[in-house]
């Protein structure tokens, strides 16, 4: 499989709970971006990161997010202390230089 | 302040018609601007993608027409089929990071 997934597909939680996502970008891309999508909206700029550096944060990045890509491969996005307005699709892509982005399918957080 | 502006929010088209959506940005940074299409639960899918030393680039039925001087871009669908029928964002990226901006949709619903 060559595109980029990402895990889990749905995640519920209890107010308050911590959550990960994991996201396994293209093998060959050097950059992976986070964005969230809420319903009728388009994706929001998250994070971005070329290889295992985190080059840019969104002021959406409250300080209960936080995103790693370990040695530059799979990245992580943590949410503490869940909310409800937490609720939405949670989307990452990667990139090479000259190639547009290849988004997962998301994972979709419910906040209850 | 929405960077990225995107009509109309929906369309209805007849099968085999034609199908334009329109965006309008304001940074004048801007040099890559690409179409997505989303089916529900996907991530979006890079559909065609076009920077600003070129007023129109085709790719089999879809055609992005860009307008400089108006900070304007379009993207019309020929021949429409049902398959079609997806939420469509345009999106506006500057520099190196291809951090990018996105309009707010468009569902496009085309009848059989």
């Known amino acids: 499989d060559t595109g980029v997934s990402q895990n889990p597909r749905h995640k519920i939680t209890k107010r308050g709970q911590n959550v990960t996502f994991r996201c396994d970008p293209i093998s060959e891309h050097n950059r992976l971006y986070w964005y969230r999508q809420t319903l009728g909206q388009g994706p929001e700029f998250l994070t971005y990161?070329?290889?295992?550096?985190?080059?840019?944060k969104s002021r959406l990045l409250s300080d209960r997010f936080s995103a790693e890509r370990p040695k530059g491969s799979f990245s992580t996005l943590e949410i503490q202390r869940t909310e409800q307005g937490d609720s939405a699709m949670y989307l990452c892509?990667?990139?090479?230089?000259?190639?547009?982005?290849?988004f997962g399918s998301g994972t979709r957080l419910t906040v209850v | 302040q929405q960077q990225v502006k995107q009509s109309p929010q929906s369309l209805i088209v007849q099968k085999g018609g034609i199908s334009i959506i329109n965006c309008a940005y304001e940074?004048?940074?801007?040099?890559?601007f690409p179409w997505y299409q989303q089916f529900p639960g996907k991530g979006p899918a890079l559909l065609i993608a076009?920077?600003?030393d070129v007023s129109e680039k085709k790719e089999g039925r879809f055609t992005i027409s860009f307008n400089k001087s108006a900070k304007q871009f379009s993207l019309h669908i020929m021949d429409s089929q049902p398959g079609d029928s997806a939420t469509y964002f345009c999106?506006?990226?500057?520099?190196?990071?291809?951090?990018?901006?996105w309009g707010l949709g468009t569902s496009l619903a085309v009848n059989p």
């Open positions: 076009i920077r600003p």
């Open positions: 990161f070329q290889n295992e550096a985190q080059l840019e």
């Open positions: 999106a506006a990226g500057a520099g190196n990071n291809r951090k990018l901006i």
């Open positions: 892509a990667s990139t090479s230089p000259l190639d547009g982005y290849t």
């Open positions: 940074n004048t940074a801007f040099d890559y």
